[in-house]
């Protein structure tokens, strides 16, 4: 770790107007920051301390949602009963992630905002272009078993890596922030993760900062919740791919079909065309396989990763049949 | 050795507090060889139920705290990235992993260690059923199992369910075998002492239910 | 006591209820549970030691042109930047390497500075600010793309290559032929304790508080690489935390440490990262395995061919034996075995858990099952099929063998009979489930260990050697024999161990440890007890041993009595003999295991697993037991997930340095593992009857779960590790 300033602001506007100053970078959780910094793949030369900020509630919203305070800790959203019952994939796709002890520390806003697992961007001595514009793609030619099959650039195929996002994604959560000065936004989820294109260090709409406040889910989507996630052991890994789902039958048809994916992409990646492909059809195994050609429109493998094609396929099959079985 | 510029961290949230400032190139000019300093920290640490004050360096992780400040190294360091659970304390009773948080983060927090676990003499049910059923070998990982042991079986008395509870709508999962093992996934032992781990922790669940 | 005859009747026979053997508690469980025991790192010293911390070459052969140091001694904390501009000069030996010894560059990630700080952070914040420039060359990385430049290796632990009859001439007309390839990756042994050591100077000696698995042999390394007298040297692991073959040499935090400290005259510790330990240290060679069998209908081997191909560094000349335990687990009249070593300019490969055995027998094992299917026979039957009644190459006896017992109480244990022979056929929801067999056998060995034993006038037996517990239970069983032997409670005894302050032990690798350290506590033991019985006026073969007293008819002596005021003391030693020439020696088992493999996505998942194992007498059921489930789990994850991965492009770059990258297994990934010992008794290995644990459970452990795979979904996966990706393209289609 580089030497750093500690400071540890008194309100929400205090820390924006902190995080804003060059080479600062607000901490959280720590658990992807403080893992970086220890490789000096981030250097911050000033840590903003937001721990002790009151954004750490679970509240029902007006419309019939819930709003996430940042600071909740993964567990805790996880745990919430309300978020089991209504949120079941978030619930599930919290617990898939890491291990309890990071859960335990790891935030709303920081799993969000968390980086890749690219092992080149994790090595300094390596060409990255997300560390290092201009430096060249590592992975590009190089091990990339994780790396994405969709989105990519020829400056960066890493993908995000975190399964929160991608439920959140599924529910169309929105973020709420707020900026130095004290402007608040509403960012979609879908537009606030970025394909790497020719800037892969940029990788969300926040501007300097921007400081993510909570996390807002419209009211609960009925039907079937899934989080399937693949992965090379059976728990503490990253996943290879994962699906998550929330899809309601009627009368032995799909009535509606909202899927996203982990482990494809710089995003969570989801496809509206994909989703009509099922919606209104009988459950079979051509119905899945159209949504599949759908998901996976451009998907190209970069050699250690060519098996995600047909195991994104794969997996979207079996989490139709699961959750279309009646 | 040279005492760093120090700076009292404020443990409220009313108040801006700036606990240090970087040496720039101008502060480490003109200073002798491993006399340039870095500017440190005051932080209370309180760890079970003893409270110490610290002058750090604010990088210091709590894992170091403890194990190079404190001479508590009953936390093993197996990974320094989360990844091992060797490190694994108990945070205002919660399990984390002391190498990936910083010691000044926990300014007036109780950590609870494998050295504070037993009563005197008396070993915690864990500890006993540990060396009962042989949950370990090398014993590098058994800190980090034994409190990570502790404060799984706190959350599932709290009813937290796991990736593999079936009903995550069930207020009250039932801590099965394979729930404990999902719930231990974030300590490896290489050693591989897994079954009599699993068979620890359903001894020392079964005496305290 | 050289072993030159078998044993014959012995005090531990004797005793029928003996506490060899029984599950004791380990007696440094308390320590262990409290956090109590003291690592390498963590031995409090005064003055505080200062912190070292490792730089690492980037580049994957070549030469340092320049190293510019000046921002890092500038940095704050930092007191001493060593290179090898300013490294004292060090010399050459087996165990041990010069470090920072020159501005060669052999491979990616050889250290080439190291930061002294006051703190660690200042340490690896000054280790960033090393700025190193480089005049590259080229090298030869991979395995495969060296395998040109294959050669027979000068013979080490093991002989490159064996044959026995006519093997290109019978192999290629032999009715049934199988000719397979099998490839395993490189691995670490991922040992969660890091490699540390903390470095004291007193004058011209030396103490390094080092995890260290072989004390005395690292001792003689040090003094050699430091150019000192071995006198003048000391190493202590009270406490080490793993090994698995990763410490049987002296790496570079040692040696590190050691020439800072001199330097600064200060302590000096070092432990190496979990990343840096990847390139830093030793590794498993991956390997090339071609394993050619021939028999006839009936499956009786007439040809058995094994060709294993392994790399190291150039300058080093251990490969990885994975062809030898095919030279003593079948029958066969017509025999070749080849090891075959790819110089590298890669990290150095060395031995980690059952060197040879873990990953030959992954390629023999899955190819005796291969074998199974094409003859349609059953994989157990085909096995006692060839079990050979002698040594089939040294044609002389087995010390013991009980194989075949091993197989029949498994297939029992386990439910064999309830597998259905066709892949495929057993399938719940999406999983496809299967079992699967293999079995295990790891070559035995004594080595030289010696032990002294004292008694004093207070009763307590107070033994001392430099023998290592890497978590092997060493503390433990040692104090069953000596509790045992000398009649007094184990909390009576008091072990003293992991210093070469003490008498020469054999210290933790090869499975030898226990065996040999215990036989020469055993001697020293044997020793006492005479001088007791003799001091006591009692014969000493009938005398017994009970309670802190020598009881013989009528007759007790509290042995305390005997000691006078100084107390007694005694040495023991065990040496090697004939024994282990005239008969074969192998630890044996047999593997099973269940899998359910996903049928959408390949992902595979173990269910349950069972090793059946006869290891001669077992010191303590209980710790043998946790090691020979904890080998089982190594290969588990052999089989399933452990595989360091190559990018040549930077040389021999390891890409997934960490373990959030190099997958070892988790709690989730092992539900229901045991290991039974059955109950044997070999007179011809030592005077304990014992055979070699601690790598046994590894050995035929991966193959018995690929084989499960075959069994469960037709997907015979000969590139380890056994990945989803791989499974699944052997998958059918959904439906
Ligand atoms: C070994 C290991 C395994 C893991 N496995 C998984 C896994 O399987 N699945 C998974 O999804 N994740 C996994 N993770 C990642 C984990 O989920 C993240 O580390 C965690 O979510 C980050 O949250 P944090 O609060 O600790 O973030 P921090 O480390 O504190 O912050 C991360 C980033 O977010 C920024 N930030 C944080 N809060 C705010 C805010 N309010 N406003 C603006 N910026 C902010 C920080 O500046 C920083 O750049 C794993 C992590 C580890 C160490
Ligand atoms: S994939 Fe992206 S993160 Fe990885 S090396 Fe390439 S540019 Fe860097
Ligand atoms: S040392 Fe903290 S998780 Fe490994
Ligand atoms: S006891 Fe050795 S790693 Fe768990």
Redesign the pocket.
Known sequence: MKPFAFERPASVMDAAIA?AVPGA???????????LMKLQV?TPSRLID?NRLA?DRIEPTPEGGLRIG?LVR?SDIAADIRVRQHYGVLSRALL????AQ??N???T???L???TRCYYFYDISKPCNKRRPGSGCAAIGGFNRIHAILGTSQSCIATH?????VAMRVLDAVVE?IKPDGSKRAIAIAGFHRLPGSTPQVETV?ERG????AVRLPPPLPGVHIYRKVRDRAS????LVSVAAVIQMAGGRIQSARLAFGGLAHKPWRVPAAEQTLEGEAPSPAVFQAAADAVLAGAKGFGSNDFKIPLTRRTLHAVMAQATHS | MPVGRRAVLGTGTAAVFIAGVAPGPDAAAGETRGEATVATVTVELHVNGASHRLTLDPRTTLLDALREHLALTGSKKGCD???CGACTVLLDGRRINAC?TLAVLHDGQPVTTIEGLADGETLHPLQAAFIEHDGFQCGYCTSGQICSAAGMLEESRAGMPSFVTADLAEPQPPLTDDEIRERMSGNICRCAAYPNIVAAIRKAAEIRA | MEMNSPIGTTPLDRARDGIVGKPLDRVDGRLKVTGGAKYAYEVAQAPEALYGYVVQATIGKGRITAIDKTAAEAAPGVVLVLTHENAPEQARNRRAHPVLNSPDIAYYGQPVALVVARSFEEARAGAYLVRVSYEEASGSYTLKGGLGQARVPSAGYSSPESAVGDFAGVFPKAPVKLDVTYTTPLETHAMMEPHATLAVWDGDSLTLHTSNQMLDQGRAAVARTLRMPVGKVRLISRFIGGGFGAKLSVQADAILAAIAARHLHHPVKVALTREQIFNVTTHRSDTIQRLRLGTDETGRILAIGHDAYSGNLRTESQFEAAADQTRTLYAGANRLTRNRLVPLDAPIASAMRAPGEAVGLLALECAMDELAYRLDIDPIELRIRNEPAEDPEKHIPFSSRHLVECYRAGAERFGWNKRQPRPGQVRQDQWLIGIGMAAATRGNVLVPSSASVRMGPDGIAIVKMAMTDIGTGSYTILTQIASELLGVPPDRVRMELGDTAYPEAAGSGGSFGAASSGSALYVACERLRAVFADRAGLDTDKAEFRDGMIVLGGKAVVLASLVGASGIEVRGEIRPGDMSRKYSQQSYGAQFAEVAVDGDTGEVRLRRMLGVFTAGRILNEKTARSQAIGGMVFGVGAALEEAVVLDPRFGAYYVNHNL?DYLVPVHADLPHVDAVFLPELDDRTNPLKAKGVGELGICGAGAAVANAIYNACGARIRDFPITLDKVMSALPAQA
């Open positions: 995080a970078s607000i901490i959280a959780g720590g658990t992807n920051l403080l893992d981030e937001i954004l940042t993964n898939a992630g890491a291990s990071v859960r520390k790891a935030t806003g920081g799993n905002l968390q980086r890596p975190s399964d929160m996002a922030t926040l921007e400081t993510i406040i503490f890994a990253f996943a | 990235h989360g990844q990936l | 959030a």
